[in-house]
């Protein structure tokens, strides 16, 4: 087959695919699911365990399922969806073929190896250490080498990726600086090669510690490592779904950057500086110094933060923009009341830009000063805070570009619409009561780690406020909804991929244009591909968004004070 025939352009979207690039990113969409599926079915018995009044499985089985949800939900889910946005970002975007199908399937299947050894050594009962896995805690041996299998094959990816780019460059496949969204997940690839060399300078050690090739693994400096690992891990996904945040603005608004230059620097910033927010993880350990951290956790930190603030305003500036443009001008907000928010697609994006921002944002900030961290450390507040960065902030973004790429990318129907409608309120909304509840409860002092905060049977029990108590029912509650907005965002795409009605006519709307679900009637592919260098001016007519950056301000200004208060009350001067 020559290599003209191998693209395909979709009618609806102007979108042109590589027929091995569209490939692969079906297959890393459909494990990413596989693992979402997973990882929501043991969500059920950690939420009504950690619910106290119901407390459902014991503590081996419990620290066995809480184990194997992290792992499919922080590493195998994100990252499978985030290796189909790579090709998308490089191949689709840039009309480029992918380099070397060959080595990204054999990627893929490295990966797909690595998550089913993990998960093997997960199930079988003897490595029950959780997401971090501290040593001298030791796993089973299968449990690092599924980890180091799925992170060479997500590194092959990388390359791969990179490969591409190269190809595109060459082939003069598209002209001036890249678009905006691939520069994104060109900071994603560069941040996860950073994370997957850290987690190989660690778990390759800690691999031949558990065979008995090394005799002895240093707990501080596995921590140290560890976390160069585990915390990056994050932050590749918040470059991600920050591309995804632009890609959306674009393929529902056609929005553009208010300065792409800004954008671009700010993605910079997320590449020097954001792993270093893995020290929020070391605040309390005995082997750093506290030069080392208050200048990781605050100089070099903010910077990061920085950058995630000015996504944070271009991007809902960008669609107020193009909204106004629409005629959407009476008031601060008519932009936002008149948006598409039963769109899915729309309404996703959003939800995950309020929900990372307000919630993960401002929590991060709270977590990453050395001194305020004391009082939530290893508490409850810890999984609050990441469920508001990689949950509402990572999932849902990818929730809502899944349902843009359902009938453009499998070139399937968009099932049950209604459901679709509303499964973003549904899993966001509940995701954002369960953050905000264990950070409540972490505020209290329940512990992170610890199976039972009632302490049944201890000598030394401790009895928490009856506030605690409700916080992690609420956060029960909450959790149990948010397993069934989940659910429906799987039944949707399952059943659109394999059962839905295929679309065949060239230009066919999948959905009826009422429902909000149906492409936009223009191509995108214009939209999403632009380079936009003369933008810049766009921010002095978005008043609504600087409006809402003024609330998120004085929300973070009072919060961060609120905790210097309660941090006051630790030592009380008598």
């Not at 948010?482 to 795409?493: H, R």
Request: proline residues 5%; aromatic residues 14%; charged residues 10%.
């Amino acid at each position: 087959m020559s290599v003209n025939r191998m693209f395909r352009t979709c009618p609806s979207s102007g979108l042109v695919f590589h027929e091995p690039a569209e490939k692969l990113m079906r297959w890393n969409a459909v494990a990413a699911a596989v693992s979402l599926l997973i990882g929501g079915l043991l969500a059920i018995g950690v939420v009504l365990t950690r619910w106290q009044a119901v407390h459902l499985l014991p503590a081996d089985r419990f620290y066995q399922f809480l184990t194997a949800h992290g792992l499919n939900m922080l590493v195998f889910w994100i990252i499978f969806f985030e290796i189909a946005v790579l090709y998308f970002a490089s191949s689709t975007l840039l009309k480029a073929r992918l380099a070397t199908p060959g080595m990204a399937w054999a990627g893929f299947w490295l990966m797909v190896l690595g998550a089913l050894v993990n998960n093997y050594s997960v199930f079988r009962g003897d490595s029950s250490v959780m997401f971090t896995s501290y040593a001298p805690m030791g796993a089973h041996p299968t449990f690092y080498l599924g980890l180091i299998l799925f992170a060479v094959g997500a590194l092959i990816a990388c390359f791969v990726f990179f490969g591409t780019l190269m190809v595109a460059k060459a082939e003069r496949t598209y002209h001036g600086s890249v678009p905006l969204v691939t520069f994104g997940a060109i900071t994603a690839a560069i941040i996860a090669v950073f994370t997957i060399a850290s987690g190989a300078i660690i778990l390759i050690p800690t691999f031949l510690w558990s065979v008995g090739l090394v005799e002895h693994i240093d707990s501080l400096m596995y921590k140290t490592v560890w976390w160069a690992f585990g915390h990056s891990s994050q932050q590749i996904n918040v470059a991600a779904h920050v591309a995804v945040w632009y890609a959306v603005a674009a393929i529902v608004f056609g929005a553009k950057p208010l300065s792409e230059k800004v954008s671009r620097g700010a993605f910079l910033l997320y590449i020097l500086f954001l792993q270093l927010a893995s020290a929020h993880h070391l605040l309390t350990d005995p082997g750093l110094t506290s030069h080392w951290k208050i200048f990781n956790t605050s100089y070099a930190m903010y910077l990061a933060v920085l950058a995630s603030m000015v996504h944070g305003l271009t991007v809902p500036g960008a669609i107020e923009v193009a909204q106004r443009a629409k005629g959407y001008t009476h008031g601060l907000f008519e932009w936002l009341r008149k948006a598409p928010w039963g769109n899915p697609v729309f309404s996703s994006m959003f939800m995950s830009l309020i929900g990372f921002g307000f919630l993960g944002g401002i929590s991060g900030v709270m977590m990453g000063t050395e001194q305020l961290n004391l009082i939530i450390h290893n508490t409850i507040y810890v999984p609050g805070h990441f469920h508001a960065t990689v949950v509402v902030g990572t999932t849902l973004a990818f929730m809502g570009l899944t349902y843009f790429l359902i009938p453009v990318l499998f070139r399937r129907e968009v099932a049950f619409p209604t459901l679709a409608k509303w499964q973003p309120y549904v899993f966001g909304l509940a995701m954002m009561g369960v953050s905000l509840f264990l950070m409540g409860a972490g505020t209290l002092g329940v512990p992170r780690r610890h199976w039972d905060i009632g302490f049944a049977g201890n000598a030394f029990g401790y009895e928490f406020p009856g506030a605690a108590w409700l916080m992690m029912a609420l956060a029960g509650i909450a959790g149990l909804v948010a397993i069934v907005g989940g659910g429906m965002y799987l039944l949707i795409t399952v059943w659109s991929v394999f059962l839905g009605k295929k679309i065949t006519t060239p230009g066919f709307q999948h959905v009826r244009a009422r429902d909000g679900i149906a492409p936009s009637p223009q191509p995108v592919a214009a939209a999403i591909a632009a380079h936009h260098p003369s933008a810049g001016a766009g921010g002095l007519v978005a008043p609504g968004t600087f409006a809402l950056a003024m609330v998120f301000l004085v929300s973070f200004v009072l919060y961060y004070f609120i905790n210097w208060k309660y941090l006051s009350t630790v030592w009380p001067l008598k």
